[in-house]
């Protein structure tokens, strides 16, 4: 139980272009569902919180117009690179917490996306 | 602010022996608390929580950590590691509302040599 997808794996996306990174918890209702960023070698930083029907909630720092973050349906949330740029490359994981999974979060596999 | 220290970067350890991570937190409140681990390339999979309760927690896989109040720890402690073993691990404090949002530490590379 307790299973969370990401697709893609992975994207290559030409600058300037935008990417969309789906994230879905197969088993169980995601009532919140996260998205953290991890450079290489370093650890998770969270971008965005998300509550399923509400506008997500943002980091410090994090850019509201260039990560679109969308959490449709309890199963459902995507995040939307814009414009995007090579800094934007990185590996992109979301999480998901559903109510009768206590207060942990199961991770996706992660997307690596590459800007080129 | 919460954080949480993770003091060694980078740890090897004999196929059999035993192996504990550190982990230091700072957190105004009583803290949630995992361990997470995670494969080249992979997502993160939780190993153990603590929420409340018994300070020693078991997690799968064999883990097992110990929350210390009066140290701010929680350390994470395998007797006997096996070469599958080898990941990053991640060690994580919840904060906010019931714990929701998590603060990660650096995380320690875990190689295991035989």
């Known amino acids: 139980g307790a299973v969370v997808s990401q697709h893609p794996s992975r994207v290559i996306c030409k600058s300037g272009t935008s990417v969309k990174i789906e994230c879905r918890s197969l088993d169980f209702q995601a009532t919140t569902m996260f998205w953290y960023r991890q450079f290489p070698k370093q650890s998770l930083m969270l971008m965005a919180t998300?509550?399923?029907?509400?506008?997500?909630?943002?980091e410090q720092g994090v850019e509201k117009d260039k990560f679109l973050i969308n959490h449709a349906s309890l199963t459902l949330s995507t995040l939307t690179v814009t414009s995007a740029h090579p800094e934007d490359s990185s590996f992109y994981i979301c999480?998901?917490?559903?109510?009768?999974?206590?207060?942990?979060?199961?991770f996706g596999p992660g997307t690596r996306l590459t800007v080129t | 602010a919460q954080s949480v220290t993770q003091p060694d970067i980078h740890i090897t350890v004999s196929e059999g022996a035993s192996l504990e991570l550190r982990c230091n937190y700072s957190?105004?409140?009583?803290?949630?608390l995992f361990w997470y681990v995670q494969s080249p390339g992979q997502g993160l999979q939780l190993l153990l929580k603590?929420?409340?309760?018994?300070?020693l927690v078991q997690g799968i896989k064999g883990f097992e950590a110990e929350f210390k109040r009066s140290q701010s720890s929680f350390n994470l402690r395998k007797p006997s590691v096996h070469w599958s073993d080898a990941a990053e691990y991640f060690c994580?404090?919840?904060?906010?509302?019931?714990?929701?949002?998590?603060?990660f530490g650096k995380g320690t590379t875990l190689s295991v040599s035989s």
């Open positions: 999480s998901a917490r559903g109510g009768d999974r206590g207060s942990s979060q199961y």
């Open positions: 998300s509550n399923e029907g509400s506008k997500a909630t943002y």
């Open positions: 957190y105004g409140a009583t803290p949630y």
């Open positions: 603590y929420f409340s309760g018994d300070t």
């Open positions: 994580a404090v919840g904060a906010g509302q019931a714990g929701t949002a998590l603060i």
